[in-house]
């Protein structure tokens, strides 16, 4: 995780926008999302709370849009032979977590969205609520605390043991 915000930080986009810019950018993209919004942040000497809020924000961001859109945007790309692999492979990865988050509905996904590790998060969560016809309302709720709890988790990692490593 450490080397995609390193490489992200270095690119050419990294040398023309602010530091809390490029926290909020890694923050909305898929992987690194708000785990690799507060590692950058902790490395790039954002102080914590600023770090969190833009990780917080940039990370959230994405969930409506799944949540509403995802399952119209699969149906349109399926109809193109070159996509179709493609949606199938998603489909199938974020359906081999649903087992985490359906058994538990709300507290499940909070649990998927909340707990740093790899293949889980926002984006895979909000994936897995839209293919399980969850309430959206819910869904969205149950990953803002999610988002939440990554926080405080990432926080302590990233500013705390990885802060005090690097300083």
Not at 20 to 45: H, K, N, Q, T
Not at 62 to 80: D, E, G, H, Q, S
Not at 122 to 134: I, R
């Amino acid at each position: 995780m450490e080397s995609l915000v390193t490489w992200f930080v270095n690119s050419p986009l990294g040398q023309h926008v602010s530091r809390e810019v490029m926290v909020f950018i890694i923050s909305l993209f898929p992987i690194l999302e708000l785990r690799g919004g507060i590692l950058a942040a902790s490395l790039l000497d954002i102080t914590m709370w600023k770090g969190i809020l833009i990780s917080a924000i940039g990370n959230f961001i994405p969930i409506p849009f799944i949540l509403l859109f995802i399952k119209k945007i699969f149906a349109f790309l399926r109809r193109f032979r070159l996509f179709r692999p493609l949606v199938d492979r998603l489909e199938n990865r974020a359906m081999k977590k649903r087992g985490q988050v359906e058994k538990y509905e709300f507290w499940g996904l909070v649990l998927f969205v909340g707990i740093p590790l790899p293949v889980t998060g926002a984006w895979t969560g909000s994936l897995v609520a839209a293919l399980l016809n969850m309430d959206i309302k819910k869904s969205i709720l149950a990953e803002l605390l999610g988002i939440c709890m990554a926080a405080v988790i990432m926080t302590i990692i990233s500013y705390g043991i990885i802060g005090s490593i690097i300083r």
